[in-house]
């Protein structure tokens, strides 16, 4: 995201393209409304740089190293587990797991090329798999 563009900020649209260096392949992530909403609050806010960079912070990959020190930081304040944006992204995938999401558009939200990647990024609690087979093994399903 400290790569992020103006011109990759398509509003109407509700979405971002997202320029993966690493992959070499872009992706397109879908923005909430309320996360349009504060984009749009952010970009009227902080007048545009001569680079087109959202959030501009100097050297490529400092933002985020910033931001993950910072929540890492507050956690510890807060006596919470440590939160970084790579545990923030797990919490994410396991979220949209829980809430119907299929696996294949977590990938696809996520950047995975392999759904094996997917899998293993995400954390599907015991009482998660437990409830799904309850509720859809043929010998479990409660009479209603």
């Not at 070499?24 to 309320?34: F, K, M, S």
């Not at 996360?35 to 001569?50: D, F, Q, S």
């Not at 950047?111 to 437990?130: A, F, M, P, Q, S």
Request: positive net charge; proline residues 5%; hydrophobic residues 35%.
């Amino acid at each position: 995201i400290e790569g992020l563009e103006r011109k990759d900020i398509r509003l109407p649209d509700g979405y971002i393209v997202i320029r993966d260096d690493k992959t070499r392949r872009d992706r397109y992530a879908p923005l909430t409304e309320y996360a349009e909403r504060l984009l749009t609050l952010y970009l009227a806010a902080v007048p545009l740089r001569g680079n087109g960079l959202v959030f501009p912070g100097g050297k490529p990959r400092t933002f985020n190293r910033w931001m993950s020190e910072r929540l890492a930081r507050l956690s510890c304040r807060l006596g919470l587990p440590r939160v970084t944006c790579h545990s923030i992204r797990h919490t994410i995938a396991t979220q949209l797991l829980r809430a119907g999401a299929g696996i294949r558009q977590v990938q696809e939200y996520l950047g995975h090329e392999r759904t094996k990647n997917t899998e293993v990024y995400t954390r599907i609690l015991t009482e998660d798999l437990k409830r799904s087979v309850e509720h859809c093994h043929p010998r479990e399903r409660r009479a209603l």
